[in-house]
């Protein structure tokens, strides 16, 4: 038997924002077995936690959908490094997460973490009528022109109005035929600098998304370059509220730094709480469709 343990990332209840599936001991499981795990807990990921190869990491993940190995460890980090960090089984302050070749460094305690990221990739813009087709909106509901972001991935923004958010709806088929991973349309209040978002992303095998600590930081580069955060140098903060329309808020508190004009960094936060904890059954003998390892 294996332990495991569900979190509810950038949340403070059970319930609410984004689900993650955490194995903090899984250095006798094979591929498959981590496969068939996933599988069974159909959470939209399932991090594995493995003694690090890497001396500069502090513990190293294997991340899988109920479908297959993702190859990003981000999305999972808040909720494994809280995880661990609340079990004991690693310091809070400063850790590294490892997954394949990339390093991640976060900042945690057993309820809070923070993921930096830095050098955004290049912006460009984006044909709007191809992100409105994939929400289901129209020229009438966007009101600037949609750009990608990020700091890894890049992630397709579609500013809309605050309705219009409501009233988004993912179009998949269309979404396939133009092979576009994601769309984030979000509404932006300037005065408070909170933006109401939703993540629709089923490039990522993750048809909403109620959480995205990716798409969050590629946001602030975007609100800068929009003239929406200012330019000036030093650090600005925002906030996401994401999920409301699936039932599970989130919240996401963002700073984003800039130094001559241009953004170096930037970083989000979030509490991260358990709502389940259990044994589940390994496998026993090799699976006929194993994962190679």
Same mark, same amino acid.
């Given at each position: 038997? *294996?332990?495991?343990?569900?979190?509810?990332?950038?949340?403070?209840?059970?319930?609410?924002?984004?689900?993650?599936?955490?194995?903090?001991?899984?250095?006798?499981?094979?591929?498959?077995?981590?496969?068939?795990?996933?599988?069974?807990?159909?959470?939209?990921?399932?991090?594995?936690?493995?003694?690090?190869?890497?001396?500069?990491?502090?513990?190293?993940?294997?991340? &899988?959908?109920?479908?297959?190995?993702?190859?990003?460890?981000?999305?999972?980090?808040?909720?494994?490094?809280?995880?661990?960090?609340?079990?004991?089984?690693?310091?809070?302050?400063? $850790? *590294?997460?490892?997954?394949?070749?990339?390093?991640?460094?976060?900042? $945690?305690?057993?309820?809070?973490?923070?993921?930096?990221?830095?050098?955004?990739?290049?912006?460009?813009?984006?044909?709007?009528?191809?992100?409105?087709?994939?929400?289901?909106?129209?020229?009438?509901?966007?009101?600037?022109?949609?750009?990608?972001?990020?700091?890894?991935?890049?992630?397709?923004?579609?500013?809309?109005?605050?309705?219009?958010?409501?009233?988004?709806?993912?179009?998949?088929?269309?979404?396939?035929? $133009?092979?576009?991973?994601?769309?984030?349309? &979000?509404?932006?209040?300037?005065?408070?600098?909170?933006?109401?978002?939703?993540?629709?992303?089923?490039?990522?095998?993750?048809?909403?998304?109620?959480?995205?600590?990716?798409?969050?930081?590629?946001?602030?580069?975007?609100?800068?370059?929009?003239?929406?955060?200012?330019?000036?140098?030093?650090?600005?903060?925002?906030?996401?509220?994401?999920?409301?329309?699936?039932?599970?808020?989130?919240?996401?508190?963002?700073? $984003?730094?800039?130094?001559?004009?241009?953004?170096?960094?930037?970083?989000?936060?979030?509490?991260?709480?358990?709502?389940?904890?259990?044994?589940?059954?390994?496998?026993?003998?090799?699976?006929?469709?194993?994962?190679?390892?």
């Amino acid at each position: 038997m *294996v332990r495991y343990e569900i979190v509810n990332m950038f949340t403070d209840r059970a319930f609410a924002g984004s689900a993650l599936g955490v194995v903090p001991e899984a250095d006798d499981l094979a591929a498959h077995d981590m496969q068939a795990i996933a599988r069974e807990l159909n959470l939209p990921e399932t991090a594995f936690v493995l003694t690090p190869s890497l001396a500069a990491a502090s513990y190293r993940v294997r991340v &899988f959908t109920p479908a297959k190995e993702s190859s990003f460890g981000a999305h999972a980090s808040p909720g494994t490094a809280a995880t661990l960090a609340r079990l004991g089984k690693i310091p809070a302050g400063r $850790v *590294v997460q490892e997954c394949g070749s990339k390093l991640l460094s976060l900042d $945690v305690t057993a309820d809070v973490v923070t993921v930096t990221a830095s050098a955004p990739l290049e912006s460009s813009p984006v044909d709007p009528s191809l992100l409105l087709a994939a929400c289901c909106l129209g020229r009438d509901d966007i009101y600037a022109t949609p750009r990608t972001a990020g700091f890894g991935p890049l992630f397709h923004y579609l500013p809309a109005r605050r309705d219009a958010v409501a009233r988004a709806r993912m179009n998949a088929t269309q979404m396939r035929t $133009v092979a576009l991973s994601d769309v984030f349309v &979000f509404s932006w209040n300037r005065e408070e600098r909170t933006a109401h978002a939703r993540l629709f992303s089923p490039g990522y095998k993750i048809p909403e998304d109620p959480a995205c600590a990716s798409a969050a930081l590629g946001l602030g580069a975007w609100l800068v370059e929009a003239g929406w955060l200012p330019a000036r140098d030093g650090t600005h903060d925002y906030q996401i509220h994401q999920g409301i329309e699936m039932d599970r808020p989130s919240t996401l508190t963002c700073a $984003v730094t800039v130094h001559a004009g241009r953004v170096t960094s930037c970083s989000v936060s979030g509490q991260v709480v358990c709502s389940a904890h259990g044994q589940i059954a390994v496998r026993q003998g090799p699976h006929p469709h194993a994962v190679p390892a």
